[in-house]
């Protein structure tokens, strides 16, 4: 082989700078070693790098414009790209198991939520840096151990708010079987234009957002628009524990500088309103 030619081959180095590549994608699979994607991701790998292998014992002899390193080069790249799409296929796991499990408006779920939306800008970052810095680069390596870490977290915090005693709902003292049947309840004392706002006063409720209400001496949580005939939903409520009784019902009637005043439709001893 002529001197010329021989500067045109790949090194041994050159085969070994891909191979840290894949390694550098299996070591971010430990945070998340036992999911099927990391399984499916690290077996991958390793034939990977049992190609690179075979690939090695021809350095010095083929040239890196070659097929067989072209070829090698384009794999390992394909393998960092769909790591990324497996990171972001990871957060949409975290973001649907959030939804399934109600815990969107929880403590830790909004935590894990902002943490979810810091990883997509970092993700999205990386994708663009694939083939102009090194998969072993700390800041690529961050993204997928921080992906793995809110996969975890994820799991510890639904399985905690699992075992958190669920809520028994009343409705004026009595009790009922379930939240849908509460919301029935309260369906058929509010006007039909605060119907749609019942769900989030009562979430608000459920989360412990209920405000004081100074003399009428329970909690209430509000939603909707304020105004007369504007709609809304104002639940007022008794909390003991995990123990949720609706004393009364009402909607925004009006808001004045220092007081507001609501419509009552339902219970609180047969008061027509309430001003706070």
Known sequence: MSPEAAKNTFSTNHVQTLEAAVNAVRKGLETYKETNLAKKFNARGVELLKELETLKQSAGKLTLDGPEYTKAKTEVAQYQKDDVKALEAMVKQVTDAIDKGKAGDSEPGKKILGQVDVLKRRI??????????????????EVRAQAGQLINETKLALAELAKAPKEVFKFGGSPVADQAELINKIKSHLPQNGHTNINQALNDAVLGRGKATGPVGCLHASAGKIGKNAGGCTLFFKRNGNEIDVIGIGQHQDAGKNQTTYTIHYGLNGKKSVTL
């Open 124 to 141: 999205a970052n990386a994708r663009l840096q694939i083939g102009n810095i090194p998969a072993t680069h700390k800041d690529y390596a």
